[in-house]
């Protein structure tokens, strides 16, 4: 009978050294730091033992990529950085431009960041009738804040009407929709994390149900 597998090995949470994978120990051991983590709570958010993470950052065990995503999130940095490499330079101011359009479902998409980043920024504008059924779930965040017209924010089983000048902030695992309330669209800014499933995996189309909506907040 083969000996049974610690839970940390059996979930294929690390994997033997690699000479094709860069060195990421000193990497995880600084970043942790610089989130003024101590090993017990990063390795307890990453669902690892401290030994499991302390192998990590002493070399003797190399992550894989999924604890390499796990990580990145929990320490507020990018997959890019665990691996200590160095970023192309980036653009630190967008000019309105060079803010293509890109259209998709319907929507006007231009790029209001530069790419490569941890979060992307877009300026969107949607219009009236558009999406409004579609609801997505993903990991990450989402921050919007409305420009111009009225927009209509689903989350849950709650709906928010939004004027200009009103923004949201929400955890994107809680299902939500967004549409415009008014004829001529709405125009907001959208900025949400890269942590994202696969396109395919973020509409669970039409949902039904009770809405307990209010104006804002």
Do not use: N
């Not at 033997?16 to 970043?31: C, D, F, G």
């Not at 790029?111 to 920024?121: E, H, I, L, N």
């Amino acid at each position: 009978m083969s000996p049974a597998l610690s839970p940390d090995e059996a979930d294929g949470a690390e994997v033997p050294e690699s000479p094709e994978l860069p060195a990421v120990a000193p990497q995880l051991r600084e970043l942790r730091r610089r989130a003024a983590l101590t090993l017990e709570a990063a390795a307890g958010s990453a669902g690892l033992s401290p030994a499991h993470l302390s192998r990590l950052e002493t070399g003797q065990r190399q992550p894989s990529l999924p604890m390499l995503l796990s990580l990145a999130r929990i320490y507020g940095t990018t997959v890019s950085e665990l691996l200590g490499e160095t970023p192309a330079d980036r653009d630190a101011v967008v000019r309105g431009g060079t803010m293509e359009a890109t259209e998709a479902g319907g929507w006007t998409y231009r790029q209001a960041g530069s790419p490569g980043r941890g979060m992307q920024a877009l300026q969107v504008h949607a219009p009236y009738g558009s999406q409004g059924d579609v609801v997505r779930v993903h990991p990450g965040e989402e921050w919007l804040y409305v420009l111009s017209g009225r927009l209509r924010l689903r989350l849950g089983d709650t709906s928010y009407r939004l004027d200009p000048g009103d923004s949201s902030h929400f955890d994107s695992l809680t299902p939500h929709r967004i549409a415009a309330l008014d004829r001529g669209g709405v125009d907001f800014l959208f900025v949400h994390t890269l942590l994202q499933s696969p396109t395919a995996a973020l509409c669970l189309g039409p949902s039904a149900g009770p809405v307990k909506e209010t104006r804002h907040g």
